[in-house]
Nanobody
């Protein structure tokens, strides 16, 4: 079974940093897309940073460009999201999602929640002003 486990959330003050980790197991697709999504109260889940096996370019949602960095360690089957200069509007539950599919990173981040095959449990990020 495919399992994703996100961790690393917490509470920080504005301007602080957090590093989220997503441990992936049982995922054996040659073609895939993996990304970080977040959902704030009363809002839809949005993709904020994604990678695709078919391209070297990573995707970042406009509001996190220059502050967040996605990376992966294929040997350890881990995906990370380094979040710097956090803002109160970054407060949300963060999820990692994955799918064995040929797709551009940007398209995966815009994918409807119901179309993403695998989700991990979320990790809460709270940024205070």
């Amino acid at each position: 079974d495919v399992q994703l486990q996100a961790s690393g959330g917490g509470s920080v003050q504005a301007g602080g940093s957090l590093r989220l980790s997503c441990e992936i197991s049982g995922f054996t697709f040659d073609d895939y897309a993996i990304g970080w999504f977040r959902q704030a109260p009363g809002k839809e889940r949005e993709g904020i940073s994604c990678i695709s096996s078919r391209e070297s370019v990573t995707y970042y949602e406009e509001s996190v460009k220059g502050r967040f960095t996605i990376s992966s360690d294929n040997a350890r089957k881990m995906v990370y999201l380094q979040m710097d200069n956090l803002k109160p509007e970054d407060s949300a539950v963060y999820y990692c999602g994955a799918e064995g599919v040929i797709i551009r990173a940007s398209a995966f981040c815009r994918r409807s929640t119901g179309l993403v095959d695998f989700w991990g449990e979320g990790t809460q990020v709270t940024v205070s002003s």
